[in-house]
């Protein structure tokens, strides 16, 4: 695709389920980053990949939240036993290589805890 | 840590109005400042960078290390500019770790 593609678009589910949410990034992409946005926040940084290790995870809030991702591509933001207050927007984003400091967006995953 | 301040929340003017969205921020390190945005029903994109010196619709933004701001410019507001706006830092060659302040949601009324 020509974009960053994130799926499932929306999730609701129950509190004390694992959720897992998907970034495919733009081909050639060797950056991908995770990003939560919550009802009238700013963006707050999960963490970042750079091909498929992650030198910065400083952003995850706490153990229940990890993420992976498989060479250059694809990648799975899971959060278990989820809380009400995980409810967010999830954003995924993808740069050619770090230079530029340009990211490239997807849509986003909204999960709503019940 | 890094720390970037949007003061204001909301920000609405006429068509054809100056517009200045502020942005200011907090590092001691040495800064790379960028602006994205986000109209209606699109996604997030990058509007401007520091470094680039450039007017992208004709927007500008100038660091001033001073005063540590970055505000976002247009001398004559167009209806298309209504969109949130979101001033990001990352340290310059450093972490790649963009931080994004909490935006600005601009409405140029006609």
């Known amino acids: 695709g020509a974009g960053v593609s994130q799926s499932p678009s929306n999730k609701v589910t129950e509190k004390g389920k694992d959720v897992e949410l998907r970034c495919d990034p733009i081909?050639?992409?060797?950056?991908l980053y995770w990003y939560r946005q919550r009802l009238g926040q700013g963006l707050e940084f999960l963490i970042y990949f750079q091909g498929n290790s992650a030198p910065d995870k400083s952003g995850l809030p706490s153990d229940r939240f990890s993420a992976e991702r498989t060479g250059e591509s694809v990648s799975t933001l899971t959060i278990q036993r989820t809380q009400q207050e995980d409810s967010a927007v999830y954003l995924c984003?993808?740069?050619?290589?770090?230079?530029?400091?340009?990211?490239?967006f997807g849509e986003g995953s909204r999960l709503t805890v019940l | 840590a890094q720390r970037v301040t949007q003061p204001e929340k909301l920000l609405s003017v006429f068509k054809g109005a100056p517009v200045e969205l502020k942005c200011n921020y907090s590092?001691?390190?040495?800064?790379?400042l960028f602006w994205y945005v986000q109209y209606s029903r699109q996604r997030l994109q990058l509007l401007l960078r520091?470094?680039s010196r450039e007017s992208i619709k004709g927007f500008t933004a100038d660091l001033n290390k001073g005063e540590t701001s970055f505000h976002l410019k247009k001398p004559f507001a167009q209806e298309e500019d209504s969109a949130m706006y979101y001033c990001a830092l990352r340290n310059w060659g450093g972490s790649e770790k963009l931080v994004f302040g909490k935006g600005t949601k601009l409405t140029v009324n006609p």
């Open positions: 081909s050639g992409h060797t950056a």
């Open positions: 984003a993808s740069s050619f290589g770090t230079l530029t400091g340009e990211l490239f």
């Open positions: 590092y001691s390190g040495s800064p790379e």
């Open positions: 520091h470094i």
